[in-house]
């Protein structure tokens, strides 16, 4: 059995709140890097208090309210699929905050967690605000929405974005990794990979290894799995006929994305 591979529970909260994913420390062995996913019907309401960490609510799909108790962001959420392939709204909030999602119609929504000790400002990141960016050439295209890059000071340790590969096309390649605490050349981040597939009968191919392979699994990765990299490298392969989705969350001791190509495939960039 696969001790990356993640499928999903399904396990209902109270009426109306499924969780579809517990990827936090309780059920994982990242220090890092903690993830939610969780289906709302319309009215349902869902409340959290955070410790010490801070949270990045996505609205995956529908659309929903988000306070913290004291600021309010109502309908936000732009997008009934993911395949829309367009950015989506989020709410950043910190630690030892409480906050409470209201779905306006059925969503699906993101909790995306790191450890945090500064308090910062409740900040909603509207899809405006995200960065696209179309990346790589040939069977290496992929679009990305910037939910919150390196660059946007308004988290203490999460990054989270999507991205988007078309069919017959790889992603997260050639095969990168980011387990070193060795800036500027390499930064350490754990990761998390929330797939999702158009058909969504689909399916791609995730490797994740290391250089000595004390890690080495290939996966078979179907609609709504989740992929842990809690070290090594992490490339995708989308099939001919099917389109990918996957929604990224990062987070490690210094909050900066410093990647360090595979030596053995980097060549591929270079022709």
Not at 159 to 171: A, I, P, Q, R
Not at 176 to 202: A, I, R, V
Not at 219 to 238: L, R
């Amino acid at each position: 059995m696969s001790r990356l591979l993640r499928k999903p529970v399904q396990k209902e909260l109270t009426k109306g709140i499924t969780l579809v994913h517990d990827v936090t420390s309780d059920h994982s062995t990242l220090e890092y890097v903690g993830f939610k996913m969780i289906d709302l019907v319309p009215g349902a309401k869902y409340t959290e208090t955070l410790g010490k960490q801070e949270c990045c609510i996505v609205a995956v799909t529908g659309q929903i309210n988000v306070s913290d108790q004291e600021v309010l962001f109502d309908r936000i959420g732009t997008r009934e699929s993911v395949f829309e392939k367009k950015p989506t709204d989020s709410v950043y909030v910190s630690n030892d905050k409480t906050f409470e999602i209201e779905a306006v119609s059925q969503a699906r929504v993101a909790l995306c967690y790191s450890p945090s000790n500064k308090q910062l400002p409740t900040k909603l990141i509207s899809a405006a605000d995200n960065g696209v960016e179309h990346r790589g050439t040939g069977n290496n295209k992929r679009m990305v929405h910037n939910i919150l890059p390196d660059s946007d000071p308004s988290a203490n340790s999460l990054l989270v974005v999507e991205v988007f590969t078309e069919s017959g096309n790889w992603s997260s390649y050639p095969p990168h990794k980011h387990d070193q605490d060795n800036l500027p050349e390499e930064s350490f981040l754990e990761e998390t990979y929330y797939h999702e597939m158009d058909p969504p009968q689909g399916f791609v191919f995730q490797r994740v290894y290391t250089d000595d392979r004390s890690i080495d699994e290939t996966m078979t990765v179907e609609n709504s799995d989740m992929v842990i990299v809690p070290v090594g490298y992490h490339p995708v392969g989308v099939p001919e006929g099917y389109m990918s989705y996957y929604l990224n969350v990062m987070a490690g001791p210094t909050r900066v994305w410093k990647f360090h190509n595979d030596p053995d495939h980097e060549w591929i960039l270079k022709r």
